[in-house]
């Protein structure tokens, strides 16, 4: 019962920036819940960023000083604003929430 649409991802050299936005609908729920992911082919979906049940986020070592997490209530939006990015970090990046289905991602290409 709850829609996640993810969007923003593109085709950057390494040290570009990108903006993710995952748009949520259906069953209200609080975004603090939502977490950022991401899968490279074969490999495991690894949680990236999320928030603690206080709010505050916390990243994946991977990423720390480099992506934010935040997001808008009025929106039903959370994004995670990506900088300085780097070849590894080239996957299709997914949201979720505990209870969804998990969506179609949006792919992040980072050419070095």
């Known amino acids: 019962q709850i829609q996640l649409v993810e969007s923003g991802g593109g085709l950057v050299q390494a040290g570009g920036s990108l903006r993710l936005s995952c748009a949520a609908s259906?069953?209200?729920?609080?975004?603090?819940?939502m977490g950022w992911y991401r899968q490279v082919p074969g490999k495991q979906r690894d949680l990236v960023a999320h928030?603690?049940?206080?709010?505050?986020?916390i990243y994946a070592s991977s990423v720390k000083g480099r992506f934010t997490i935040s997001r808008d209530n009025a929106k039903r939006t959370v994004y995670l604003q990506m900088t300085g990015l780097k070849p590894e970090d080239t996957a299709v990046y997914y949201c979720?929430?505990?209870?969804?289905?998990w969506g179609q991602g949006t792919q992040v290409t980072v050419s070095s």
């Open positions: 259906g069953r209200t729920f609080s975004l603090n819940a």
């Open positions: 928030f603690s049940v206080g709010g505050s986020p």
């Open positions: 979720n929430v505990a209870g969804a289905a």
